[in-house]
């Protein structure tokens, strides 16, 4: 097959390409023709010192460097596949202490930690409260009347509050939460005019917040997930710091993925209003599986090759960096029966929305599945007439498939 010509210097981590749209065609045309491609970077424009990254665009592929950890590391450069130009290398390597960029043996156990509060149990535990708190956010949103941002006012809500729930944060705090994850991540997007120091200063805020908590549990252990990850170091728990950075982790894997896989989701149904009549008449099971495979919130993550291997046909040497995207996978035909199509009674659905399987597959899938089956449910419930007014303003981002606003009415 030949080559696919992609335009001179086209990079799929360039922010300025996924603030406009996931450039899909593309990856399929890669997915197609040439599936593990080279793509060059000149300068330093990701942070790396280094001459690009290999793009891997299929989905079983993506799955094999997923779940082959001893051949692609996460710690060597960071899960994170683009940072920006002005980065320095050691606070790069400062995010190791973050589960996302470890490796086995040290992630397997730290995860087996951080997984008891991620039980089946732990889960059902928390749905009737977040049911009511999912049913109150619609309905102060319907009460206030009027035109809305569903971003802000419904999606962004219930994954804060959920991650409050769970860890114990009293829920005026949310906003802080909300604020500091924000600018985490935020530091592509001018519009934020976000710098590396003050995303680096939100960081340390998130973790010295959870740090607090953690040593008041320590000092007056309660009924809640913080108590049972630090209370007891010595018997195999996280100290401190440990859980600190956990709770970074959860400001971004569970607030801002789950926020932005809600607000696809609602701008799908509102785009595919036979699909958000069959939602509203049949409520399938299966539609935040969907939702979460059409909206892909993590465009891409990236591993490092530990030694010469092949992949899809191409060395891969040593050093360099993979680029795992996501959501090409997500739109595999070797896969998927029409994977353009919007389908929330999709089954089955093998996406790789919530990683490529192996060992950093999404701790918090069951979390997030809940609470997009709960907001959408009451979104049917109390506001099943509502309409886009505006196009989806997207977020200026290397990695995050971002929207930062919706503008809706409802009925």
Known sequence: ??????????????????????????????????????????????????????????????????????????????????????????SIDAQRLIMLN??????????????????????????????????????????????????????????????????????DDRTKIFDWSNKMIAYDDPEYAVTEEVGAQSAAEIIAYAMNMAAERKQCPAHDIVSTLVAAEDEGNLNSDEFGFFVLMLAVAGNETTRNAITHGMHAFLTHPEQWELYKR??????????????????????????????????????????????????????FDRPDEFDVTRDPNPHLGFGGGGPHFCLGKSLAVLEIDLIFNAVADAMPGLRLLEDPRRLRSAWINGVKELRVGAE
């Open 1 to 90: 097959m030949p080559c696919p010509a992609l335009p001179d210097g086209f990079d799929f981590t360039d922010p300025d390409l996924l603030q406009h749209r996931v450039p899909l065609p593309e990856l399929a045309e890669l997915r197609r023709a040439e599936p593990v491609r080279w793509i060059p970077q000149s300068g330093n424009v990701a942070g790396f010192q280094d001459e690009g990254y290999w793009a891997v665009t299929r989905h079983a592929d993506v799955r094999y460097v997923s779940t082959h950890p001893e051949l692609f590391s996460s710690t060597l450069n960071t899960a994170i596949i683009r940072f920006n130009e002005h980065i320095r290398r050691d």
């Open 102 to 171: 470890m490796d086995p043996p040290e992630h397997t156990r730290v995860r087996q930690i951080v997984q008891r509060g991620f039980t089946p149990r732990s889960i059902r535990a928390l749905e009737e409260r977040l049911r009511a708190r999912a049913t109150a956010i619609v309905a102060e949103v319907r009460e206030a009347g009027g035109p809305f941002d569903f971003v802000t006012s419904v999606a962004c809500e219930l994954p804060l509050q959920a991650i409050a729930e769970l860890i114990g944060i009293p829920q």
């Open 282 to 335: 049949e409520r399938p099971a299966t539609a935040a599986e969907e939702i979460v495979r059409w909206a892909t919130p993590v465009f891409a993550f990236q591993r490092t090759a530990t030694q010469d291997t092949e992949l899809g046909g191409k060395l891969i040497r040593k050093g360099d960096r993979v680029g795992l995207f996501y959501a090409s996978a997500n739109h595999d035909p070797e896969v």
